[in-house]
């Protein structure tokens, strides 16, 4: 018997619903139904369903998520799953973008700007590789995956196989690793680079941190060794080294030369269009623009900006879609997509995915019609919903409350109802908003319950529909001598994710947030959320919205909820009805069963607090030292920047990425701190244009 695609290891075996989902997904994927739902309720496990799945599936697969942070949770889930297969993780490779654009309403222009990050560029790699070397792969992507990548043609078929004993000379192997974009250095390998030492080749691939070592000799290659980038312990020899190129974006001279010659006689088209309607300033800012892309392409291969002209190097005609990641996965012998598609929280996921090519489309045609871009700017862009939908094969939509797409698309909904853990959906009570002579009114009762909850050991969450509610409402709860913090989108990260942490180690009691309090927040201390103005139509309290937010109490045993309303919409009866339904069944569930809900026990674990034995006191004391006075902090200052470095680097191998921007963001105050910025040195990067004759610089 042949050994199965992935092999999934877990010390649990389905339990609750999920045999009963896992066999019906199963079923509908044997019927080759094209969408299916799986409706599983906060903490019922639907990872662990999917994959299992995955498992009995055999295919390479998809999972997209909503965001970057979510998208490293799942990767990292599905590589405990499958620790012997292909597990990747693949989002935008920008740390910070910021997209060109013009206002034209006050003659600004806003140049492009992006910090591409090294080691999500990496990953981005090794995604792509290993779906066009491997069928055990599963890729873990934000909606980022539905954007312009290189052709998997070109970029397969420039790859090198390079093998032990091969005929080889050191100078010609240079050249081909320059041709696949591959830079030479005498200083620290870094994926994409590559050194010379003699008879020696050391590189990096740009998939992975792992030197090879070449040794030439007698005309052919001798030796192939991989070595520990840091310590340089030999790790033992290979036969065989498959490189690909440095970029996914590959274009051979002939097709650069072809690109180059359609760039031109586009521009001179577009440049006719203008000077006839009368347009001579955008005009001449769209040939002053043009005439030095063309020349710096045709100079150095490359201009900034250059993916607005992918049309042109791809060959393809306007208006049809780019590459993207899509493009790597296998088809079947009619040519149709051969994998599964997951696509996590489909509810916020689909709408991100459908709302992407109109926005990105709006800016662009803006760009054009002041001279900024050729027309065929517009075919860099992500694809439309219905091109997506085209290019992925059978899908299975997860969601606690999926959306109109799903409940119309799907030729079967799986429901995922009840917890292994046996945990309830929290009580509901519904109370008025306004006060009475035999009622204090929204904010005064919450504090009344509040206290109460506070007194027996629990966490309190409070959900408000402004920002400045939010804030005055919090403020109020501590002059009532109840420790309360706000949370909103106006909090920087690395402070939200503080607040989180000291919320959930108790160092205040009560959370008042707006609609950061929905997806994605595991807080199992809490057992009591009180919704603010439950009765007021709209996205915030919106059937999806309220069941979302009642959901954060799930994970507490005595978990419970009281809805303010004075009126009762159609939002509020359908998310109390379908608390009511899950409730129901699963404490049924626990009786047959003899099942007692328990808590969920989850460990605190403080992103932000600094390792290596130092401690936040000390840390914050060393950030604090004042600009040019360092004396004896100095060394402590650069032993701290290098410790972080090291941290930095593991917490992305674990793809916790949220602990690693704030590494970084520290590494830069502590760099800042011992070599302090020189004054006036601003980036301007928007701009007025002058009349359209100062660009970015």
Sequence with gaps: MSKPVFQLHSKFAPAGDQPEAISALLKGLGKKMRFQTLLGVTGSGKTFTVANIIEKVGKPVLVIAHNKTLAAQLAQEYRDFFPNNSVHYFVSYYDYYQPEAYLPTSDTYIEKESQINKEIERLRHASTQSLLTRKDTIIVASVSCIYGLGSPEEYAKVNMVVKKGERAERSE????????????????????????????????????????????????????????????????????????PAKHFVTPEAERLRAVYDIRKEFGERLSVLEGEGKLLEADRLKRRTTEDIALIEEIGYCSGIENYSRHFDGREAGQPPHSLLSYFPKDKDGKPDF???????????????????????????LIEHGFRLPSAKDNRPMKFVEFLERVGQVIFTSATPGKFEKEKSEQTVEQIIRPTGLLDPILEIKKVTAREDYPGQV????????????????????????????????????????????????????????????????????????????????????????????????????????QIIGRA?????????????????????????????????????????????????????????????SRKAAEEILLIEEGVYGKGAKDLRKLMKDKEKEMKEAVKELDFETAAILRDEIVKISTLLSPPKKNRKKKVIHKTESGRKLAK
Excluded at 510 to 537: Q, T
């Design 444 to 547: 005064k009762d919450f504090i009344i319950e509040a206290e109460k909850t506070i007194a027996m050991g629990g966490r309190v969450i409070g959900t408000t529909l402004t920002k400045k509610m939010a804030e005055d409402l919090s403020a109020f709860l501590k002059e009532k001598n109840i420790k309360a913090e706000y949370l909103h989108s106006d909090i920087e990260t690395i402070e939200r994710i503080t607040i989180l942490t000291e919320f959930r180690k108790g160092k205040f009691d009560c959370l008042i947030g707006v609609n950061l309090l929905r997806e994605g927040l595991d807080l199992p201390e809490v057992s009591f959320i009180g919704i603010f103005d439950a009765d007021r139509e709209g996205f915030l309290r919106s059937e999806t919205s309220l069941i």
């Design 173 to 244: 192997f240079i050249r081909r690793l320059i041709a696949i974009y591959f830079n030479r250095t005498t200083a620290d390998l870094a994926p994409g680079l590559f050194r010379v030492l003699g008879q020696t080749l050391e590189i990096m691939p740009v998939s992975e941190e792992g030197i090879h070592r070449l040794t030439f000799g007698d005309g052919k290659i001798q030796r192939i060794e991989r070595i520990h980038p840091i310590t340089r312990a030999l790790q033992g020899e290979e036969e065989s080294l498959l490189i690909f």
């Design 340 to 366: 599964l598609t997951i696509i996590d929280e489909s509810h916020v996921t689909l709408p991100q995915i459908g709302g992407m090519y109109e926005g990105d489309r709006s800016r662009k045609e803006m």
């Design 554 to 614: 799930a994970r507490n045993s005595l978990g419970r909820v009281i809805l303010y309303a004075d009126v009762s919409t159609g939002s509020l009866e359908r998310a109390i009805s379908e608390t009511k339904r899950r409730r129901t069944l699963q404490e049924a569930h626990n009786t047959k069963y003899g099942i007692t809900p328990t808590t969920v026990v989850k460990q605190v674990r403080d992103i932000t607090e600094l390792l290596l034995g130092y």
